[in-house]
């Protein structure tokens, strides 16, 4: 099978980094549909207030998820080193060190976002905030936990 490998190194410089980000701005682009999705369901079968609770708790989902792409970003530089240096122990290493953090890192974000939910709604200086809002939270924290581990 024959490989497409690019080198970065060479070339037009803003082309390559238009190249390299496009990844990135596509799974922007997927949290934007994933929340618009969320509204969208939430408006038509739930109340105001469910509606209210997805808008004021957008923020945080899309903090949780920008720091889990970038945890995965960190750990494809590596693979993608120890890969292109045909250095398999380090390349076997890196893979077990990223399922065990990642693993640990999903664990914490769990329990961090289940536990904080209530002092980030404050944070947020919501008016009042309900219990939307809180199950909201919580259950983006299981499906972000479901998806690292």
């Given at each position: ?89 380090s ?11 990642s ?36 259950s ?10």
């Open positions: 099978m024959k490989q497409n490998m690019q080198d970065l190194t060479e070339g037009s410089l803003g082309k390559k980094i238009l190249i390299f980000s496009v990844p990135l701005m596509l799974s922007n682009l997927l949290q934007v549909l994933f929340n618009m999705a969320d509204i969208a369901v939430i408006g038509q079968f739930a109340g105001s207030l469910s509606l209210g609770a997805v808008g004021s708790t957008a923020t945080l989902v899309t903090m949780f998820t920008g720091f889990l792409i970038g945890l995965s970003g960190g750990i494809n530089v590596l693979t993608a080193l120890y890969y292109g240096a045909k250095d398999k122990d390349l076997s290493k890196t893979i077990h060190s990223a399922a065990l953090v693993l640990i890192m999903g664990v914490l974000l769990l329990v961090l976002g289940v536990g904080l939910s209530e002092w980030m709604l404050t944070a947020l200086k919501l008016r009042e905030h309900n219990n939307y809002e809180y199950d909201y939270i919580t983006n924290c299981v499906k972000k936990y479901d998806r690292v581990a």
